[in-house]
């Protein structure tokens, strides 16, 4: 069973940046992919982007060249680093873990077996 603890989230205005973290523990053998999704008030949880455990990644359109996902293998950690951040990314975040790279690096939240708690961005304009 695999656990995960985000953290890094907080206010920041817009432009500004923010680094989300987040920590693995618990049985991480196979071939697992990993993501952070978000979901505002009223919206539907959206996939942000993912990495696998070749290093390879995919990204929403609304995140291009804005965010940068990577990940230390050796201390099972998971970064979400986020540029450039308007008010449209104010959104609880959440990291999540998959079994499946097929369907990790499309982004279907349904594939995640794994959830963190959440973290909490706000972006003030």
């Known amino acids: 069973q695999v656990q995960l603890v985000e953290s890094g989230g907080g206010s920041v205005q817009a432009g500004g940046s923010l680094t989300l973290s987040c920590l693995a523990t618990?049985?991480?053998?196979?071939?697992?992919?990993v993501g952070w999704f978000r979901q505002a008030p009223g919206k539907e949880r959206e996939g942000v982007a993912t990495?696998?455990?070749?290093?390879?990644?995919s990204y929403a359109d609304s995140v291009k060249g804005r965010f940068t996902i990577s990940q230390d293998n050796a201390r099972q950690t998971m970064y979400l680093l986020m540029k450039s951040l308007t008010p449209e990314d104010t959104a609880m975040y959440y990291c999540?873990?998959?079994?499946?790279?097929?369907?990790?690096?499309?982004?279907?939240?349904?594939?995640?077996?794994?959830w963190g708690q959440g973290t909490q961005v706000t972006v003030s304009s």
């Open positions: 999540a873990a998959s079994s499946s790279p097929w369907f990790c690096r499309r982004r279907v939240a349904s594939r995640f077996g794994a």
């Open positions: 990495i696998d455990s070749d290093g390879s990644t």
């Open positions: 618990g049985n991480m053998r196979g071939s697992y992919c």
